[in-house]
């Protein structure tokens, strides 16, 4: 029987000739995250919950623009509206309606907007957000939580995945503190130093809730304690923000931060961001004459993303689209489950809301949001399995995040599900059969 990586190369020869013709060209071939090992796909394009390869191969898709698309790939209110807004223009160079309606959209959706700012990335907004926190608290410091990601900028790439700090001063690095997810080592942290402008976290937790955090009560604590010492809580809600619930983890868990930094579905699958939250610390902004504080940015805002983000967003907060990719992420893990079940795979299947993780060779009961201990649940996705399930998965038609982790949308079928789930047995069989399970 053919090897995972010999069925890969049979099954995307384009894609492999597509990744030789980057090279002495684009670095690495192509994004860090997208490249894998012997060569990533190459897609053409998508609709609905599934997209094609420049083979011609069809892929049921849970990257979903690393979470970008609650609608799926060219929904068609998003499309038509995004070509209306081309064929008008991209960029008057001024401000526009459209960024009033925006702003308001996510006002009336994320519970603690009483300010909305956008920005071009979930790195940007990040980087925006603590900028707001120095400048409002005058002092220098950032904690965030080991694992946690919030982008590629030089203050937040320690312990969160990004395996290197080349190119980083130790002087900025030295203003940011790592700890763990722990009351108690936040607490006693914030009493002994205070110089500490703000608190960064993923609210699910590290890796958009692959260590899990225990909700709602850890969110609580980092609010109870950051209010006491007036340190700026900010809730990173990039992947969370309108995926959690229409209103966020915030809106799921009912915890009020101080700022809220966005991406992805927030541009409606286009590149955006925004920051929102206490008007005493947005107000910083000012216009050009009152700021305090500087944010420019060419596409800051832009006519086209705010055409998508609006298209979006208008539909999560008229229609049950939430329900509808809950739902079929709760398909997915009772498939999932099955799967292990009839393979006899020890295995913890867990994730809140559309998003579906799998801890493989965890011995323990599924959890929405999992207690197993951090260190056994990195152990799961340790080494080159997690890389060739991947490998496996793509085998079988089913593209997924690193990590072993799903994203759903309000678009994929039952019936795509399904497949995913006799696609993750198969899956399971090849690895078993070359010795890793
Ligand atoms: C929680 C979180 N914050 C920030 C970011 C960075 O966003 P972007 O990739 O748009 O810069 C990401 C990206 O995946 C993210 O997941």
Redesign the pocket.
């Given at each position: 029987m053919a090897t995972i990586i010999e069925r890969y190369e049979r099954k995307f020869p384009g894609s492999r000739r597509a990744y030789e013709s980057a090279a002495g060209l684009i670095p690495g071939g192509g994004h860090q995250s997208r490249v894998v090992k012997p060569f990533p796909i190459f897609a053409r394009d998508g609709s609905g919950g599934t997209k094609r390869d420049v083979d011609g191969n069809e892929i049921i898709d849970y990257m979903m623009g690393?979470?970008a698309l609650m609608l799926g790939h060219a929904h068609p209110d998003v499309t038509r509206a995004v070509a209306d807004r081309l064929a008008e223009g991209t960029h008057l160079g001024t401000t526009s309606e459209l960024e009033i309606e925006w702003a308001r959209l996510v006002q009336d959706l994320i519970p603690s907007a009483e300010r909305v700012r956008f920005t071009a990335?979930?790195?940007?907004?990040?980087l925006l957000a603590i900028r707001l926190a120095r400048g409002f608290t005058g002092r220098k410091k950032l904690v965030k939580f080991r694992e946690?990601?919030?982008?590629?900028h030089d203050y937040?790439s320690m312990d969160s995945g990004i395996n290197t700090q080349v190119g980083i001063p130790e002087e900025t690095m030295s203003t940011v503190i790592v700890i763990e997810p722990d009351l108690d080592a936040l607490g006693g942290l914030l009493e002994r130093d205070d110089d500490v402008a703000a608190v960064i976290m993923?609210p699910t937790g590290g890796?958009?809730g692959q260590f899990p955090l225990a909700n709602p009560g850890f969110l609580e604590g980092v609010r109870e304690l950051t209010a006491k010492r007036g340190v700026v809580m900010i809730m990173?809600?990039?992947?969370?923000g309108f995926r959690m619930s229409r209103g966020g983890a915030q809106g799921r868990f009912g915890i009020m931060p101080d700022l809220t930094?966005m991406?992805?579905i927030v541009a409606g699958g286009l590149?955006g961001?925004a920051v929102a939250g206490r008007a005493d610390i947005l107000e910083q902004l000012g216009d050009a004459g009152t700021s305090r504080l500087a944010h420019p940015g060419t596409f800051n805002a832009n006519l086209v993303s705010a055409t998508a983000g609006i298209a979006t967003l208008r539909k999560i907060a008229s229609e049950p689209l939430n329900d509808r990719a809950d739902a079929m992420a709760s398909r997915l893990k009772s498939g999932l489950r099955d799967a292990l079940n009839r393979m006899e795979v020890p295995g913890q299947v867990h994730g809140l809301a559309s998003v579906v993780h799998v801890a493989l060779g965890v011995d323990a009961e599924d959890e929405e949001i999992s207690t197993v201990p951090h260190d056994e649940l990195a152990q799961a996705t340790a080494g080159s399995r997690a890389a060739r399930i991947k490998l496996a998965m793509l085998n079988e038609g089913v593209d997924m995040m690193g990590g072993i982790g799903f994203m759903t949308s309000a678009v994929h079928t039952e019936d795509e599900i399904d497949r995913t789930s006799e696609a993750f047995e198969r899956a399971l069989a090849a690895l078993r059969e070359e010795g890793d399970l």
């Amino acid at each position: 029987m053919a090897t995972i990586i010999e069925r890969y190369e049979r099954k995307f020869p384009g894609s492999r000739r597509a990744y030789e013709s980057a090279a002495g060209l684009i670095p690495g071939g192509g994004h860090q995250s997208r490249v894998v090992k012997p060569f990533p796909i190459f897609a053409r394009d998508g609709s609905g919950g599934t997209k094609r390869d420049v083979d011609g191969n069809e892929i049921i898709d849970y990257m979903m623009g690393f979470g970008a698309l609650m609608l799926g790939h060219a929904h068609p209110d998003v499309t038509r509206a995004v070509a209306d807004r081309l064929a008008e223009g991209t960029h008057l160079g001024t401000t526009s309606e459209l960024e009033i309606e925006w702003a308001r959209l996510v006002q009336d959706l994320i519970p603690s907007a009483e300010r909305v700012r956008f920005t071009a990335s979930g790195t940007e907004s990040t980087l925006l957000a603590i900028r707001l926190a120095r400048g409002f608290t005058g002092r220098k410091k950032l904690v965030k939580f080991r694992e946690h990601f919030h982008g590629w900028h030089d203050y937040v790439s320690m312990d969160s995945g990004i395996n290197t700090q080349v190119g980083i001063p130790e002087e900025t690095m030295s203003t940011v503190i790592v700890i763990e997810p722990d009351l108690d080592a936040l607490g006693g942290l914030l009493e002994r130093d205070d110089d500490v402008a703000a608190v960064i976290m993923e609210p699910t937790g590290g890796h958009w809730g692959q260590f899990p955090l225990a909700n709602p009560g850890f969110l609580e604590g980092v609010r109870e304690l950051t209010a006491k010492r007036g340190v700026v809580m900010i809730m990173d809600e990039v992947i969370c923000g309108f995926r959690m619930s229409r209103g966020g983890a915030q809106g799921r868990f009912g915890i009020m931060p101080d700022l809220t930094t966005m991406a992805k579905i927030v541009a409606g699958g286009l590149p955006g961001g925004a920051v929102a939250g206490r008007a005493d610390i947005l107000e910083q902004l000012g216009d050009a004459g009152t700021s305090r504080l500087a944010h420019p940015g060419t596409f800051n805002a832009n006519l086209v993303s705010a055409t998508a983000g609006i298209a979006t967003l208008r539909k999560i907060a008229s229609e049950p689209l939430n329900d509808r990719a809950d739902a079929m992420a709760s398909r997915l893990k009772s498939g999932l489950r099955d799967a292990l079940n009839r393979m006899e795979v020890p295995g913890q299947v867990h994730g809140l809301a559309s998003v579906v993780h799998v801890a493989l060779g965890v011995d323990a009961e599924d959890e929405e949001i999992s207690t197993v201990p951090h260190d056994e649940l990195a152990q799961a996705t340790a080494g080159s399995r997690a890389a060739r399930i991947k490998l496996a998965m793509l085998n079988e038609g089913v593209d997924m995040m690193g990590g072993i982790g799903f994203m759903t949308s309000a678009v994929h079928t039952e019936d795509e599900i399904d497949r995913t789930s006799e696609a993750f047995e198969r899956a399971l069989a090849a690895l078993r059969e070359e010795g890793d399970l």
